[in-house]
Nanobody, 121 residues
Framework: QVQIVESGGGLVQAGGSLRLSCTAP???????????ITWYRQAPGKERELVAR????????NYADSVKGRFTISRHNGKKTAYLQMNNLKPEDTGVYYC???????????WGQGTQVTVSS
């Protein structure tokens, strides 16, 4: 059963923008509101790295230094969806972006299938 669905990846020129979405259609709303959402990315030949995180209950946000000022993470609990707005994209932002959901009711963790982001120079 698919718990997390990502969308919004694609090919864009350097300086362009993309918005990724991460939806958790099978979560009940009360669980989603206490679920931390984290975006990771993995470039070819590199390890997966954290890009941005937004917590459930408190809405605390943190970013990797490499994306601060360019990326914005947000969430709409009623839609059970989180977003990653990526502006001023650079070729080094290229990679597969994964959404991770960590719910704090039973402590379960879920991963999306990943969405490819390619930034051309």
């Amino acid at each position: 059963q698919v718990q997390i669905v990502e969308s919004g990846g694609g090919l864009v020129q350097a300086g362009g923008s993309l918005r990724l979405s991460c939806t958790a259609p099978r979560f009940i709303l009360s669980t989603y509101t206490v679920t931390d959402i984290t975006w990771y990315r993995q470039a070819p030949g590199k390890e997966r790295e954290l890009v941005a995180r937004i917590t459930g209950a408190g809405g605390s946000i943190n970013y990797a230094d490499s994306v601060k000022g360019r990326f914005t993470i947000s969430r709409h609990n009623g839609k059970k969806t989180a977003y990653l707005q990526m502006n001023n994209l650079k070729p080094e932002d290229t990679g597969v972006y994964y959404c991770n959901a960590l719910e704090h009711v039973q402590g379960r963790e879920y991963w999306g299938q990943g969405t490819q982001v390619t930034v051309s120079s």
